[in-house]
C-alpha cells in the first residue's frame, strides 16, 4: 500500500498563502490521480481539487476556483498552492490516491493522515 504524507498546514491571516504537499512513498504513475480533499469539524469531508498525474488534466471544485492550483511537484510529489484564504477555509487538508478524476472520496485508495489550515486573523 502507498503511504502519503501531507505537510505545510499552519496558521495564515485571511488573504494570506499556504502550500500544501503530498509526499508518497513510490513513484506516482502516469495513469494516477492525486487529489486533495478538506474536513472542516462537523462537516462532511470536502473534495478540493485533483490532478491525473500524467496529462496534468485538473478538476476543481466550484469554491476554490480561481484560487487553488495542484500541481505535480516532482515524480513522487504534489502540491497544493493556496492562495487568497479565507475563513471558510479552515479545515484538515488531506492528499489522496486514486485512479479515476473525480471528487467523490470513495473513489480514492490511499489517503495521508491531514494537515491543519487555519484561517484566521
Known amino acids: 500500500q502507498v503511504q502519503l504524507e501531507d505537510t505545510g498546514g499552519g496558521l495564515v491571516q485571511p488573504g494570506g498563502s499556504l502550500r500544501l504537499s503530498c509526499a508518497t512513498s513510490g513513484r506516482i504513475y502516469s495513469s494516477a490521480v492525486m487529489a486533495w480533499f478538506r474536513q472542516a469539524p462537523g462537516k462532511d469531508r470536502e473534495f478540493v481539487a485533483a490532478i491525473r498525474w500524467g496529462v496534468q488534466r485538473t478538476l476543481y471544485a466550484d469554491s476554490v476556483k480561481g484560487r487553488f492550483t495542484i500541481s505535480r511537484a516532482n515524480a513522487n510529489s504534489a502540491y497544493l498552492q493556496m492562495n487568497n484564504l479565507k475563513s471558510e477555509d479552515t479545515a484538515v487538508y488531506f492528499c489522496?490516491?486514486?485512479?479515476?478524476?473525480?471528487?467523490?472520496?470513495?473513489?480514492?485508495?490511499?489517503w495521508g493522515q491531514g494537515t491543519q489550515v487555519t484561517v484566521s486573523a
Open positions: 489522496a490516491r486514486g485512479v479515476d478524476l473525480t471528487s467523490a472520496p470513495s473513489l480514492y485508495r490511499d
